[in-house]
């Protein structure tokens, strides 16, 4: 039976249903499917490879900022997370704990890690001694569990893959400068590889991370209005160093508590990639992430079709050399239609067409997803005209996204207005805060948004507080959020 019959034409539209859009694609598409396990997806190869090719960008970009890797337990004493009463309390109610191995009851319960700050501490008290020890910058790339009650795909799952950096240093100034820097980091990845725009900034103090001093946070704006937490940097302060007891000798031989830091990322990205970019064909993938960037359609009739699969596989190898991550398609079953449909559902970013009359005139056919633009271009230049392609595409994408931002951001003066507002329009609001925690809890339980963050670079400064109307202490972003 042509394989023709039945292809995926049932993607609900953006505008009717959002979150089973959003279901719709990654399944369709083969990114993930639902384990037996509550809240858990099994990454399938499309999926992961997305993220394998995100940990490839991040990775060289940490090892060029001075750290390396390792690798720290999944299993973490009770007694650590005693130690730093705020970071307990904070994620307590997301702990899974072990309680029996081997049949027997174990005399210390073990959390499976939510993140591994307690762990890094007990092992930087052993090994740091000196300044000259410091700083000591170690990323790890792992696992964790945090028990959610609701979840999404990739977005908010039980178990998450991500990388998280600790770093110890000799003072604030230099933790703080980490801090900073890491969130550069991001922001570099995000935008210039993901084709996602941030916004950066400093999260409020009910919004920063258990333990932390300050959080940082980079924030980005899905298609349905919705804000996506696309990665954090906390400077720590001392408080780990002092709960798990991390010295060091300085220059005048005294002993002083290291400032550290911690920063990271997790397969959150991949949802969110999907959310500012998918449209009601399906998904749309950043070029220097997709797992395929171009995929290689040989078309016309039987007669011609080893002619036109010859050059096709001599071109492939071209492309290839290149670096270019290529695919030929040359099944005789489906149709060109078929294929042409099923790879830009799956969001591959160009499409090259290649017949004996494109062999004929030495040229084939490029075709953008993103556009859907058709090009002919000389088979002289392929690799080059392809090369070209992906680098529109990724700034096409990232400009798209920065529209659909700025037309989805206002600016609102009062609470009422806000509520007003959020009836008529979705996106980001930028309000004025006086800096209360119950003014801000009070915006939360009547809209529905929090605080994303507090920008570096606000399109413009609040003086009044959107609830008191007392003089603003900060301008703030709010939004509701995934």
Known sequence: MSKDKGFVTEITPQSEDFSRWYIDVIKKAELMDYSPVRGCIVFRPDG?????????ELDQRFKDTGHRNAYFPLFIPESFFQKEKEHVEGFNPELPWVTEAAGEKLEERLAIRPTSETMFG???????NSYRDLPLL???WAN??????????FLRTSEFLWQEGHT????????????????????????NVLAIPVIKGQKTPSERFAGAVDTYSIEAMMKDGRAVQAGTSHYL????????????LDREN???????????????????????????????????VAATQVIMIPIGPPKTR???????????????????????????????GWKFNEYEMRGIPIRLELGPRDLENGQCVLVSRVSGEKKSVALDNLVAEVQSLLAQIHDDMFERALSFREENFFSVETLDEYKTAMEEKRGFALAGWCGSEACEKQVKEETGATSRNIPFEPAETKSKCLVCGDESQHTVVFARAY
């Open 48 to 56: 992961y490879e997305l993220w394998e090719n995100m940990q490839k």
């Open 122 to 128: 007990h092992m930087y008290a052993k090994w740091i």
């Open 138 to 140: 170690i990323n790890q």
């Open 144 to 153: 964790v569990v945090r028990w959610e009650k609701r979840t999404l795909p």
């Open 168 to 191: 110890a240093h000799e003072d604030e100034e230099d933790a703080r400068k980490e801090t900073m820097q890491m969130l550069e980091v991001y922001t570099d990845f995000v935008q």
């Open 237 to 248: 302060g001392t408080k780990f160093a002092v709960a798990f007891d991390i010295k060091y």
């Open 254 to 288: 005294t002993q002083q508590f290291c400032h550290t830091t911690s920063w990271g990322v997790s397969t959150r990205l991949i949802g969110a990639l999907i959310m500012v970019h998918g449209d009601d064909r399906g998904l749309v993938l950043p070029p220097k």
């Open 306 to 336: 080893d002619v036109v699969i010859a050059k096709t596989d001599e071109l492939y190898a071209q492309l290839k050399a290149a670096g270019i991550r290529v695919r030929v398609d040359d099944r005789s079953d489906v149709s060109p």
